[in-house]
Nanobody, 123 residues
Framework: QVQLVESGGGLVQAGASLRLSCAASGGTFSMYGMGWFRQAPGKEREFVAAISTSDGRTYYADSVKGRFAISRDNVKKTVGLQMNSLKPEDTAVYYC????????????????WGQGTQVTVSS
């Protein structure tokens, strides 16, 4: 069983930066591909970014490519999401998720989820 706790959300103006963090406990963190997803009001949950288990390969949604950066620290058991040049359309609840031995942009592939952290970007 893996527990995930997100932090770092908040209210910022367009163009600002935020860094989200997700702390994991339980399980063997290095064996999980990690992902960030987001869900805006009235919309389905969507993929944001993912990072592989071992070689640190990263994947991004087109909407955030070049602005967001995902990273992981297998010693501290954390995964981060650096978000730059934020836009109002980035407003959503951001979720951290863990995928055993894999990396995916599909939410259904993930085994564990955090509770989410709210990011609000004002124009």
């Amino acid at each position: 069983q893996v527990q995930l706790v997100e932090s770092g959300g908040g209210l910022v103006q367009a163009g600002a930066s935020l860094r989200l963090s997700c702390a994991a406990s339980g399980g063997t963190f290095s064996m999980y591909g990690m992902g960030w997803f987001r869900q805006a009001p009235g919309k389905e949950r969507e993929f944001v970014a993912a990072i592989s288990t071992s070689d640190g390969r990263t994947y991004y949604a087109d909407s955030v490519k070049g602005r967001f950066a995902i990273s992981r620290d297998n010693v501290k058991k954390t995964v981060g999401l650096q978000m730059n040049s934020l836009k109002p359309e980035d407003t959503a609840v951001y979720y951290c998720a863990a995928h055993y031995l894999g990396t995916s942009s599909w939410a259904r592939d993930y085994d564990y989820w955090g509770q989410g952290t709210q990011v609000t970007v004002s124009s």
